[in-house]
Structure formats: C-alpha cells, structure tokens
C-alpha cells in the first residue's frame, strides 16, 4: 500500500467514525479538481497526520464516553429495580409487623380475659368453700345436739326402765 492510499484509507476510517456519530464526513479533494471560488482548507503532511490523529482521538473518546453512559444508565436502572424490590420487601415487612401486633394485641386482649374468668372463677370457689364450711359447722352441730339428744334420750330410757 501506497503513502497515498493509507492516507486516504486513514481519512475514510476517520469519515467513518465521525458519519458513526452522526457528524458530516471530510471530503478530500486532489489538487487537480481544485476550483479557485470553493472555500477549501489545505493541510500539509505533518498537519494532516495531526488532524487524522485528532479526529481519531476525539472520535474514540466520544465512543468510550458514550459506552460509559451507556453502562451508567444501565446500572442505574438495575439500582432502580432493586430499590423497588427492597421497598416491596420493607412494605411486605411491615405489613407482616403490623398483623403480627394486632394478633400480639388480641392474644394479650384474651389472656386478660381469662385471668379476669380465673380469678372470678376462684373468688366463687372460695365463696363456696366458706358456704359449705358454714354448713359443715352447722351440721356438726346439730350432730353433737343430735348425739346430746339421743345421748340423754338413752338415759332417760334406761331410768324409766328402772322405775
């Protein structure tokens, strides 16, 4: 390959990168189609090696920029769904908290419930005992009339026996 024909193969590459992002391509023009009305810029060999190496330059670094945009959105969408996860596992959470002290709340309400059945239910077992011990004084009581009675009923038998 020819100076001349990597140079131009270098402009055409560089046309390339720039119609990649949406710029114009570099028309190259030989000196012989040169007209003398139409706005040209000439560049020697060391300045158009300069301006290919540039625009090569500039293009890459606009193609890696764009790439990394490109992962930065990606990533932010990927942060955006898992921040919604983490809100629906927080929301899932706390609703289960919330369910789990309303039924803290009922099992508290119940078990106060039967101490106060407990305690009612002991205060009648008492009163009943108190009853039945009242009743026991007064059965044993009569028993020791009743056994007085009969006691003195026997004996006075007997002595009527004896007279």
Known sequence: MTEK??????????????????????SLVKRTDMKENVD??????????????????????????????QELIETNKQLKNELQQQQSRAADQEQRANDLEQIMESVKSKIGEMEDESVNRVCQQQNKIKELQKEHKALQGRKVMTNLVMYGCESWTVRKAEH
Not at 5 to 26: C, D, F, S, T, Y
């Open 5 to 26: 024909q990597r140079k131009e193969a270098e402009w055409e590459n560089i046309n390339v990168l720039l119609m990649m992002h949406g710029l114009k391509p570099l």
């Open 40 to 69: 040209l810029i000439i560049f020697d060999k060391q300045l158009s090696q300069t301006m290919r190496e540039n625009l090569k330059t500039m293009m890459e670094e606009t193609s890696r920029q764009q790439n990394m945009i």
